[in-house]
């Protein structure tokens, strides 16, 4: 098993690009979440998903869409790149909400 | 909105010894789960150990022991017989039902051999 598969590993943007992260989970799991990660700040929730067509805004969603057409995938989109959103993205699974998230290896992503 | 509070941003160990994370959080809920979780330079998310809060047991994985205490909304982590590898930033979370984890801030563990 792959587990959670996160692309790209790093990413370089332009102010006002768009980009898609894209992460994929192999274990056939029902909850799925985006968070990022910022110096001091811990991990914070942009957005998850509780099966496919369901998603949800978390704490930081501004700035970011998603969409959850199939179990398997879930993309995060970047619609114009700011300066702010320079972080690392972690995605992650878990086939339960009482359960522990299997995470992605993070993508590292810098908005010039 | 559940907040998870770790007081202490950075601890230091010396290694064969024991140190205690501290974790608090607010919640109204009474059906939870509480994580702890390793993040080495690696960046990696890894689960260290987890606990339900129906459970009045704390959880234990080898090494690694919890304090649970519900009504005051404490869960600390106990890392007994440090070892170099245990060096990382360590998060606790919290996740209710239907939704995602609330992390706190973390706490940096160095060991000292």
């Known amino acids: 098993n792959a587990g959670v598969t996160q692309t790209p590993k790093f990413q370089v943007l332009k102010t006002g690009q768009s980009m898609t992260l894209q992460c994929a989970q192999d274990?056939?799991?029902?909850?799925m979440s985006w968070y990022r990660q910022d110096p001091g700040m811990g991990l914070r929730l942009i957005h998850y998903?509780?099966?496919?067509?369901?998603?949800d805004q978390g704490e930081v969603p501004n700035g970011y869409n998603v969409s959850r057409s199939t179990t398997e995938d879930f993309p995060l989109r970047l619609l114009s790149a700011a300066p702010s959103q320079t972080s690392v993205y972690f995605c992650?699974?878990?086939?339960?909400?009482?359960?522990?998230?299997?995470f992605g290896d993070g993508t590292r992503l810098s908005i010039l | 909105a559940q907040t998870v509070t770790q007081s202490q941003p950075e601890m230091s160990v010396q290694e064969a010894e024991t140190v205690t994370l501290s974790c608090t959080y607010d919640?109204?809920?009474?059906?939870?789960?509480l994580f702890w979780y390793k993040q080495p330079p690696s960046r990696q998310m890894i689960l260290v150990i987890r606990?339900?809060?129906?459970?009045?047991q704390n959880a234990t994985e080898n090494r690694f022991s919890v304090n649970f205490q519900k009504a005051a909304k404490s869960f600390s982590l106990k890392i007994s017989d440090s070892q170099l590898g245990d060096a990382a930033m360590y998060f606790c979370a919290y996740r209710s039902a239907g939704y995602a984890l609330n992390f706190g801030k973390g706490t940096s563990l160095l060991v000292t051999p």
């Open positions: 606990q339900e809060a129906y459970k009045q």
């Open positions: 919640t109204s809920e009474s059906d939870y789960y």
């Open positions: 274990m056939n799991h029902e909850y």
């Open positions: 992650a699974s878990s086939f339960y909400s009482n359960q522990p998230q299997h």
């Open positions: 998903s509780v099966g496919a067509g369901i998603t």
